[in-house]
T-cell receptor, first 116, second 108 residues
Framework: EADIYQTPRYLVIGTGKKITLECSQT?????MYWYQQDPGMELHLIHY???????EKGDLSSESTVSRIRTEHFPLTLESARPSHTSQYLC???????????????FGPGTRLTVT | GQQLNQSPQSMFIQEGEDVSMNCTSS?????WLWYKQDPGEGPVLLIA?????ELTSNGRLTAQFGTTRKDSFLNISASIPSDVGIYFC????????FGTGTRLKVLA
């Protein structure tokens, strides 16, 4: 399993503000992910990282950006928040159990973002 | 793009009943994962399936990786009130797509 921490848990912010959502994991997992989820709906991948200095955009287009300077840290930034960015943002990391070749993905508690 | 169709979308059951839900796709996947999500929290991994035809249990939960590699099933036996939540399937390898969720409500 993985210990994945996200801060803040809740954020209400005005339009036009710059925000950074923090995500950290303590297990040394190489792969990390950001998902966007509207309440009760499916999760959509917006960013992922294979390792330090490696980031890719996910299947859902997002105006956010990410960085991966350290293995344990994968922050997401919105340069100018808009009401359309209101959603839940979930961070995840994955590990491969020995002998499986499979990536088991574990999630943090999420950040609920509201842009007014 | 790739899509996972999850059914049923929601269900009400009596405490003690067994529950079944499934996930299907038109694409082949190497791994299926099943998650449970409580309101305001991140999904929690319940079961991971690695091999076609594999049947895996975790307590009262049993999941199967379909032999065609295009579907998966999750069964919950003897449901209890804390089983309430949204269950998601996910399929992929190192990147995953998620199903639309099954919303489970248990009537005591």
């Amino acid at each position: 399993e993985a210990d994945i921490y996200q801060t803040p848990r809740y954020l209400v912010i005005g339009t036009g503000k710059k925000i950074t959502l923090e995500c950290s994991q303590t297990m040394g997992h190489d792969k990390m992910y950001w998902y966007q989820q509207d309440p009760g709906m499916e999760l959509h991948l917006i960013h992922y990282s294979y390792g330090v200095n490696s980031t890719e955009k996910g299947d859902l287009s997002s105006e956010s950006t990410v960085s991966r300077i350290r293995t344990e840290h994968f922050p997401l930034t919105l340069e100018s928040a808009r009401p359309s960015h209101t959603s839940q943002y979930l961070c995840a990391s994955s590990e491969t159990p020995p002998g499986t070749g499979v990536y088991e993905q574990y999630f943090g508690p999420g950040t609920r973002l509201t842009v007014t | 793009g790739q899509q996972l169709n999850q059914s049923p979308q929601s269900m009400f059951i009596q405490e003690g009943e067994d529950v079944s839900m499934n996930c299907t796709s038109s694409s082949i996947f190497n791994t299926w994962l099943w998650y449970k999500q409580d309101p305001g929290e991140g999904p929690v991994l319940l079961i991971a399936l690695y091999k076609a035809g594999e049947l895996t249990s975790n307590g009262r939960l049993t999941a199967q990786f379909g032999t065609t590699r295009k579907d998966s099933f999750l069964n919950i036996s003897a449901s209890i009130p804390s089983d309430v939540g949204i269950y998601f399937c996910a399929a992929g390898t190192y990147k995953y797509i998620f199903g639309t969720g099954t919303r489970l409500k248990v009537l005591a």
